[in-house]
DNA sequence: GTTCATGCTATCGAAAATGTAGCAAAGGCG
DNA sequence: CGCCTTTGCTACATTTTCGATAGCATGAAC
């Protein structure tokens, strides 16, 4: 019953930190636009189907806070070394993306 | 300029359906609490630190929906095969969690 | 100086999440 | 059978967040 509480859902650990981080609208998506390079705000803005600035610019602070983004004067945003680790961490899951769509037809229209 | 318009997005990509399905609050953390096996509604609650059951109830629908989580009556809730599949592609990124971890102290309490 | 792109903020209505309470159904048990 | 507990889920009011549009300051280009 209440033989496995919580497990390790202690609010210190890094995955929590990091579950919270990406559980936020556009926070993966901006992450994921920034794979290739850099890109302005409103190149960003444009790739993420023209999401509104003011979350836009929330998430943005957040991943710089992450230290998963940067910004430099010349070219924008895009990703620091640590954010292109996530990248790097990330693929699996893009490639299970195909595997789910594919073994999951409940995808009409 | 527009010499990178938007890239991968739109499309439907399978990809950006996993991007809005994970972009929600809670349902990276639930597929979390799962790893080890089904819970009940009520012991899943816990683990994701007694978060409203009305979040959590939508979250279970969606993930139910993308056929990542089952429900049995015995058990309660639990990974599909595709949820476990999930789990598998996640590992790196909780790999990933202890590095960013480490190397962004920024983290004080 | 004018034009333009960039980074960012302001506002406000709409949507989503939170917190609490509660219910119907299923099972155990005297 | 009544009584109690657990489970899965819903209702509601409040708070938080998001969305859409407009707009501004800065800096570079022309």
Do not use: N
Request: a neutral charge.
């Amino acid at each position: 019953m209440t033989d496995r509480p919580v497990r390790g859902s202690r609010t210190g650990r890094p995955i929590m930190a990091l579950l919270d981080l990406l559980g936020r609208r556009w926070t993966l998506r901006i992450l994921w636009e920034l794979r290739d390079g850099p890109l302005t705000s409103r190149a960003l803005r444009a790739a993420c189907d023209e999401a509104s600035p003011t979350v836009l610019q929330a998430r943005l602070d957040d991943l710089r806070e992450a230290e998963l983004v940067e910004h430099s004067a010349g070219e924008g945003y895009g990703l620091t070394e640590l954010g292109r680790e996530f990248r790097t961490a990330f693929m699996p899951l893009y490639a299970f993306a195909d595997r789910w769509a594919d073994g999951k037809p409940t995808t009409p229209s």
